[in-house]
Antibody, heavy 120, light 107 residues
Framework: EAQLVESGGDLVHPGGSLRLSCEAS????????MHWVRQAPGKGLVWVSR????????SYADSVKGRFTISRDNAKNTVYLQMNSLRAEDTAVYYC?????????????WGKGTTVTVSS | DIQMTQSPSSVSASVGDRVTITCRAS??????LAWYQQKPGRAPQLLIY???NLQSGVPSRFSGSGSGTYFILTISSLQPEDFETYYC?????????FGQGTRLEIK
């Protein structure tokens, strides 16, 4: 069974940094694109970033561009999200998701999420 | 960026009812649309992809239709476990965007 397990969420001060990790299992990780999606408390889903299967191509939401960096280590079956210059509005549950491996981009496997709180 | 607009934002219904939720895209996306269900405190679950394809394991009472800019999620006979929040999402290009969500409540 395909599984994703996020870690690294924490309470951090505005302007601080955090690195989220997502370990995959149960599927050939290096074949799949991966995404990060976030959800602020009581709000809807917001796509954050994606990375292709070999890490050579990445995309970001405008709200995080220049502050967040997505990366992956296929040998460790892990995708990362480095978050710098954190703001209060980055407070959210961050989900790691798997792209469904088709011509269009949907998310067919989700982790349980890790919580990031940015507050002084 | 492509904007996704769902309606209604909330709907009340009874067990056994048929319910439809709509999603409009700000520009044509062919059939590049997905629907998700989210339970409180849980990660979303993919229900429908490519506008009308049922994800494996999803009950057949869920169906999707539409193309271009207008899409519909139909639940044919509501079960107690269906009273959750539903999101549409376009998969046409980046940035991916979601609708604002529709909360399905018990009447």
């Amino acid at each position: 069974e395909a599984q994703l397990v996020e870690s690294g969420g924490d309470l951090v001060h505005p302007g601080g940094s955090l690195r989220l990790s997502c370990e995959a299992s149960g599927f050939p990780f290096s074949n799949f694109w991966m995404h990060w999606v976030r959800q602020a408390p009581g709000k809807g889903l917001v796509w954050v970033s994606r990375i292709n299967n070999d890490g050579s191509d990445r995309s970001y939401a405008d709200s995080v561009k220049g502050r967040f960096t997505i990366s992956r280590d296929n040998a460790k079956n892990t995708v990362y999200l480095q978050m710098n210059s954190l703001r209060a509005e980055d407070t959210a549950v961050y989900y790691c998701t798997r792209d469904n491996y088709g011509p269009h981009h949907y998310m067919d496997v989700w982790g349980k999420g890790t919580t990031v709180t940015v507050s002084s | 960026d492509i904007q996704m607009t769902q309606s209604p934002s909330s709907v009340s219904a009874s067990v056994g009812d048929r319910v439809t939720i709509t999603c409009r895209a700000s520009q044509g996306i062919a059939s590049s649309l997905a629907w998700y269900q989210q339970k409180p405190g849980r990660a979303p679950q993919l229900l429908i992809y490519d506008a009308s394809n049922l994800q494996s394991g999803v009950p057949s009472r869920f169906s999707g239709s539409g193309s271009g800019t207008y899409f519909i999620l139909t639940i044919s006979s509501l079960q107690p476990e269906d009273f959750e929040t539903y999101y549409c999402q376009h998969g046409d290009s980046f940035p991916i965007t979601f609708g604002q969500g529709t909360r399905l409540e018990i009447k």
